[in-house]
């Protein structure tokens, strides 16, 4: 992009006026706190103590290409200088990021704060445009750069003059509207000649209703031996009925629609349900949880699954439930557990609890109760 570089001298770490300010940070608190704040270290007079010039001379460089970088985006161009409003010397602290930076700029005369007439202060970037172009001067240079290589490129490729004869003034721009009008010209031309193939002379007349010469008994041209029939018009096919309509999330379209092509494969896959009266529960279920409803890519996947677990829990499918039993069946379990827990105890104990259970007569009994 045009406003994403500056120029920057190769030496400008050598610079006086850079070391001049690296020495001007160096020595203020805040800017010592800030440079060893990572490492927990305090320092005395100078940040020198605990790291060497050269690192605070390259700081100085890159907070340096981030203020004048900002002051070529958006400044304003004043004779030879640039000129950075509604900003101050502190407001330069934090286009570098750097404490106290403004200051230091000012004490070698690269940033100058100044109060307008209307009492709003500004910043002054004395003879910044010596060695940098403002944006907007920039991309008229390069307009004008593109439209001399244009006219010199078309100069060299065009037409050359007999000796003696004068160049006809053309601008580039006519030049090109006049080579591309030729050429719609030209094609418009070929367009509206007559076919002149033999086929395409035989489709003509066969679209006019002309009567077609025979070659060896077939109808064609002078060149073909038959004719190639015209495509018939085939009946666009019926658009798939919609059965029901699905609310659906993640993604441009808010439903998605079940077909009857997509219904009918379900009803043939699970033979034994009423496939349409279960995607209508899903439905339903879809519409009481919002937040639970598909995307149309898995809508196919939901309904697949429904369906196969109402398949499953369809009647016929699976073990048969257990039957239940009778109260006189349960009253002959029951002694039965019973008597074998007590059977360890008692020997007479199975005897005993079948016996008041009813299921066999007690011991001791009449020879007629024993008979019944």
């Known amino acids: 992009m045009a406003g994403d570089w500056i120029k920057m001298r190769v030496c400008i770490t050598r ?41 605070t001379r ?11 970088g900002m002051a070529n985006e958006v400044g304003h161009p004043e004779n030879d200088d640039i000129v950075l409003r509604h900003a101050t010397l502190d407001r330069l602290d934090e286009i570098a990021d750097v404490p106290c930076f403004g200051a230091a700029m000012a004490s070698v005369g690269w940033a100058i704060e100044e109060q307008t007439a209307s009492g709003s202060l500004q910043v002054r970037f004395p003879n910044f445009l010596t060695h940098n172009v403002p944006v907007e001067d920039r991309q008229r240079t390069g307009a004008a750069l593109r439209q001399r290589r244009f006219r010199e ?36 031309r070929v367009g509206d000649e007559s076919p002149t ?11 006019s209703g002309q009567p077609q010469p025979s070659v060896n008994g077939f109808a064609g041209t002078q060149n073909y031996l038959f004719q190639l029939p015209a495509p018939a018009d085939v009946p666009a096919p019926a658009a798939d009925s919609v059965v029901l309509t699905f609310p659906v999330v993640g993604g441009r379209d808010t439903v998605w629609n079940l077909t009857a092509s997509k219904l009918a494969e379900y009803r043939t896959c699970y033979p034994g349900l009423d496939a349409l009266a279960e995607v209508r529960k899903a439905l339903q279920w879809l519409r ?21 677990r109402a398949q499953n829990r369809s009647p016929g499918k699976g073990p048969p439930p257990p039957l239940r039993e009778t109260p006189a069946e349960y009253t002959a379990r029951m002694a039965a557990e019973r008597a074998a827990s007590e059977a360890h105890r008692d020997p007479n104990a199975v005897h005993n609890a079948l016996a008041r259970a009813g299921l066999i007569p007690e011991k001791g009994g009449s020879g007629a109760a024993q008979r019944e």
């Open 288 to 308: 009481d949880n919002p937040s639970r409803r598909k995307t149309p890519r898995g809508m196919t996947r939901f309904l697949g699954s429904w369906l196969g």
């Open 58 to 68: 390259c700081v100085t460089v890159v907070a340096l290409l981030q203020v004048w």
């Open 197 to 207: 193939t033999p086929l395409a002379r035989s489709r003509e007349n066969a679209a």
């Open 15 to 55: 610079d006086p006026k850079v070391l001049a300010m690296t020495d001007y940070l160096a020595e203020q608190r805040e800017f010592m706190d800030w440079l060893t704040d990572p490492v927990r270290e305090k320092c005395d007079v100078t940040c020198y103590e605990h790291v060497t010039r050269n690192v």
């Open 153 to 188: 490129r078309h100069r060299q490729d065009g037409p050359q003059n007999a000796p003696g004869e004068e160049e006809e003034p053309t601008s580039p721009v006519t030049l090109r509207v006049t080579l591309q009008s030729n050429a719609r010209e030209e094609k418009r």
